[in-house]
């Protein structure tokens, strides 16, 4: 016992120095183990699909807002949010995706009045949308549009499409018209295609690029620019608006006899796209793109009017709230505003004594051009300036009419336009007396889709912040802003530099940020969506010749012309 007792010690005084070591080697791992486990959450929550967008547009430059404006952003991003959209991971393929073949919609039937339907009814579709396995989808988000039509009466309304967030869709639709109304429903996108083009916004906004060429003398050297330019070593021009805010930036030339200041126009650059083979098979044509979704059963009804005598239509009467309605080819508003035919006197006596501004893209350069045309004694005055970019100035001295077109500033992708051409549509309103003689029209949204949206949200901001003063020192001002419209979708190139969504979220923004002020919206996108016409970034002259009737309506309200319905 004494021997055992007296050996204990020794072993322990044998081990104890290494045990010590062993511990001290584990308290040290674990503590590296901590600091690594530590920095490499850090790294997740900055990685956290939530925040990605915001370490992808840090190469983007935001005009600074207010705390305010900054706040009704959020509100805004959060009230026009896409309906989450499938993940694609490794383990996504292509046969899981919508699939407009398999896809189908239903008219549901009329309850009561023996299932006949009546003008001022509302129409309800239901939409399942369908993956290549033909296997219902369970989540929602993907980009539809619907309509309501009768081709033999050139008549059309667009619908409200719900998105039930599993895979299923209601579209809603005024019946507004007698007689036969068929429905036509197009898949414009799969849900799993917005995951990629939320992604490009995010990842790529500069997948379509700019140039400005700088020059001195006989020296000149072209460079890239950008809202989000990324970063290099190169020294970069800082083009920043100093009235607006709004930024914009080329790289300097490398040439050392060429300065910031030598910047002598702004073009279109290159289009450079990375994506993966399988995100690709996402926009095909005719395939899976803009694609219509076909009817079980039926896919028309006929409308009766009541015998109780005619339903007078407006848009707070349906819960489609659609603004209006073709019928024999005419615009008829379901708003406020009735909507006149202007010919070409009607638009000359409505003119007389006006002043028109025309600020934004090319689609609202198509007003001037058809009222330029119109208005017989008008006379362009030449500055020799690019038929796409403009400045335009027409004007008759005798009946005091002035027409003018300027396009807005960048990001605009127009071709060879001179500096001094280059203006932000802002400062131009603060230089408009304004009046009752006064009408501006203003369009901004085509430019915008391949930048993430808060860029779109704050040049709106500072349009708005224009108007406001515009209307502030000359209330009667009369203020027209156009909304976007669909479009021919044929191409890759097409989706992810135009797509549709693009525009409907631009939409959604323009309506939200002007709500509410005493401006006049002209609701393009359901006049292109409820025409017979094929879609075009540029509506064919049928459905600028309406535009144009709503646009003069809103300037004549009270004028009338022999050839009103």
Known sequence: MNNQSRSTPKVNSLFLPRRGFLLLLLTVGVMLYILSWMNNLQFQKTANPAFIPQVHQSFCAFRPISSKESLEE???LKSIAWPKTPSITSNYTFENSSNPLCSNFTILPKVGEAGQWYIGDQLEVSIIIKDYY?????????VLLASLKNRDLQAGVSGQVVDHLNGSYTAVFPLVWEGQAEVEV????????VTVLQRLNSEEPDRVNFRSIFRSGSVSEKTECNICLRPSKRPVCDFTDVHTGEPWFCLKPKNTKLNCTNRINHDNGVFVLNL??????????????KTPILAVGSSSITVYQRKTGPVMLRSN????????FYYKGVWKSLGITEVHQFDTAAIFQCLKGKVIHLYGDSTIRQYFDYLNKALPNNKMIDRHTSMQSGPFKAEDRKNNILLTYRCHGPPIRFKD???QDLHYIANELDSVSGGASTVVGISVWMHFSTFPLKIYIRRLMSIRSAVRRLLARAPDTIVVIKTGTPQALISLFDAVTKSEWFSRQHDKVLRALFKGMNVHLMDAWEMVLAHQLPHNLHPQPPIIKNMINVFLSYTCPKMHSENNL
Do not use: W
């Open 276 to 289: 993966q083979k399988e995100d690709k098979r996402l926009f095909q044509d005719k395939i899976n793109m």
């Open 417 to 419: 336009v001179p500096i």
């Open 186 to 193: 197009t898949l414009v996108h799969p849900s799993e295609a």
């Open 134 to 142: 033909c296997y219902p989808k369970t989540s929602g988000g993907d």
């Open 74 to 76: 959020e509100k805004i």
């Open 317 to 324: 009467n349906v819960k489609t709230a659609a603004s209006g």
